[in-house]
């Protein structure tokens, strides 16, 4: 071995990994807890689809994407991203996998779960009911109706 090289085990690199983890989480809490307001704007503009909320609310918890499919109806993989990746780039869904990286998951990113419940619900259910109330719009009718 020579004087410059590093021995470092993978299990020492996975625990600072996870001690980078932890302290990225704890600034995302500040910055979710201190620009809520902000952060709140922030977020409701990147609902964009009519789906966006109720995935976030869905994604509360971690879901694959076979159950994401499979719950909102989604023929392909393509109709799934087609919701899926404003939430991933705009920083609100965040995507996982497992240590094989075989099971992929999607879960609400610590910017959105770290703000106050409320609020987290208070977004869900607007995007929700705005959506009820596109769908419940009258149509409007010409005069050959």
Do not use: W
Not at 18 to 30: N, W
Not at 38 to 48: D, F, I, S, T, W
């Amino acid at each position: 071995m020579t004087k410059d090289s590093v021995e470092v085990s993978s299990d020492q690199l996975k625990a600072e990994l996870i001690a980078i983890k932890e302290r990225l989480g704890a600034l995302e809490t500040i910055a979710s807890i201190s620009n809520r307001q902000v952060v709140e704007v922030y977020v409701r503009e990147h609902l964009k689809t009519d789906k966006a909320p109720q995935i976030m609310k869905e994604c509360e918890e971690p879901r694959t994407r076979e159950h994401l499919m499979k719950k909102f109806g989604f023929k392909s993989a393509a109709a799934l991203d087609y919701h899926l990746t404003p939430l991933r780039e705009a920083d609100l869904l965040r995507q996982r996998f497992d240590d094989d990286g075989t099971t992929q998951t999607f879960e609400q990113s610590n910017l959105f779960k770290r703000l106050p419940k409320s609020t987290v619900k208070k977004i869900l259910s607007d995007g929700q009911t705005e959506e009820k109330h596109k769908t419940a719009l009258p149509r409007k009718t010409s005069a050959k109706d």
